[in-house]
């Protein structure tokens, strides 16, 4: 078998990129830069980066027989005990490799799962990421017995072998079926939760792994909420009270950051957490302005957000770290042109915040309506759908009835519109 990791040690690996002719937009070069930003927050030392041009990926071992011993070659040389692979590696190939590396092989997918085990404090993380870890490694699980295979002689080694793989299958498959109704059950507490904040202007920030959300979380709300300048510092979503102006209260809610080739068991698993992206009144997405592929990263977010259903929710663009671009004047203006109602911030200078509070107040009148209404005593069961729906600012009790002064999405206007008598109504900030 190949040579582990016994201790805490930092581990010592190189990472391997595939070249197509026809890629995402992203250079390896900066694919690998990214890798090797993963490789440190799940605690290895990059050692030496390997990029191999190909026309289309080796079925058997991604990159070809002959990469593949240059490349054991290359581990002896740098006595290195890990290779990752920027691209996800079937179970047939993951064991061709190790075969003739003999050292642990890792592919993007497995790594992204070790940093949230890592990164995971609260129990929702921590379910959610072993359920994703359990189905990545189901298919995967002949893996673990090999060593079968090196023995003296096949004759009374292959049954119980193969009696202890289904027993680990089936233990795992009935883990999975554990974990998933433990999860429903996380959904269904988590709506609870969303329904008391009917009538609340609700915020997400979104955007890729390490642009600034949660800086720009603890800087509008003065929390403390973890930050690192880490890929995932963060897993848990936090949500926090902020006024705006010192005056309209908003929920702000910090969601896990994005990033290129996020693992679909994640996604899945982390399914109950993200969708809360589409039932926000607003998404702030969060880029970093300083990153040189920002344009990739904004890419990847709106593709993942279309993935969850979230794409259609009225979004409010912010470019973050303005502070580390004094070398692009230019860039500034330009993208002033591309996206108009875009702003620009420095979350760790807290630079432009006010034009921020302005661009979420402006989607706030947009999608709010204040009605003041007068309802009879037989009216209960409405009353009570517009508690649930919107908030309700100010009451008076009348002989006959009650007057309220309310606060209502104008989704919600319009559904209760026949049942309140209202005139047709019409959002003026709408074309």
């Known amino acids: 078998m190949y040579k582990t990791q016994q201790n805490n040690a930092r581990e010592k690996a190189l990472l391997v990129a595939v070249k197509l002719p026809h890629s995402d937009g992203w250079p390896p070069e900066d694919t690998l830069q990214e890798l090797a930003l993963l490789a440190d927050t799940a605690g290895a030392d990059v050692l ?95 893996r673990q017995w090999t060593h079968l295979s090196r023995q003296e002689g096949g004759i009374g080694t292959r049954g119980p072998g193969e009696t202890q793989l289904e027993v680990d299958r089936r233990r795992i498959r009935k883990r999975i079926a554990d974990l998933s109704v433990a999860l429903k059950r996380i959904a269904e507490r988590r709506e609870v939760r969303r329904k008391r904040r009917k009538g609340e202007f609700t915020v997400a920030l979104v955007g890729y792994t390490n642009t600034g959300k949660s800086t720009l979380l603890n800087a509008l709300s003065q929390a403390d909420v973890y930050t690192e300048n880490k890929l995932f510092a963060t897993l848990d979503p936090t949500t926090r009270t902020v006024h705006l102006n010192g005056e309209k209260k908003v929920l702000i809610t910090d969601t896990v950051g994005l990033i290129r080739k996020l693992p679909h068991h994640l996604i899945a698993s982390f399914h109950s957490t993200l969708e809360e992206l589409a039932a926000v009144d607003l998404l702030l997405h969060i880029v970093d302005l300083s990153h040189e592929m920002f344009a990739e990263q904004m890419k ?64 706030f009148q947009q999608q709010m309506l204040e009605l003041s209404l007068n309802l009879s005593l037989s009216n209960a069961k409405l009353l009570s759908q517009i508690y649930s729906v919107g908030e309700v600012l100010e009451r008076h009790d009348l002989p006959k009835g009650v007057s309220l002064r309310v606060r209502l999405r104008w989704e919600d206007a319009h559904r209760l519109q026949k049942k309140l008598s209202l005139l047709p109504l019409r959002n003026p900030h709408l074309k």
């Open 48 to 142: 030496d980066t390997i990029i191999q041009a190909r026309k289309q990926l080796d079925p058997a071992t991604l990159i070809g027989e002959g990469k593949v011993v240059q490349i054991a070659q290359r581990v002896q040389q740098l006595d290195a005990n890990l290779v990752i692979f920027d691209d996800d590696l079937t179970p047939a190939q993951a064991r061709n490799l190790e075969r003739t590396i003999d050292v642990k092989i890792l592919d993007r997918s497995a790594l992204i799962l070790d940093i949230f085990a890592r990164r995971a404090k609260s129990k929702e993380a921590k379910t959610q990421v072993e359920l994703a870890q359990l189905k990545y490694l189901l298919p995967r699980l002949t």
């Open 300 to 363: 990847t977010v709106q593709e993942v957000l279309e993935q969850l259903g979230a794409h259609t929710r009225p979004l409010l663009l912010v470019f973050n770290k303005i502070d580390k671009i004094s070398h692009l004047p230019k860039l500034p203006l330009r993208l002033e042109r591309e996206y108009p109602q875009a702003v620009f911030i420095s979350a760790l200078q807290g630079t432009g915040f006010k034009q921020l509070s302005q661009g979420i107040l402006r989607h």
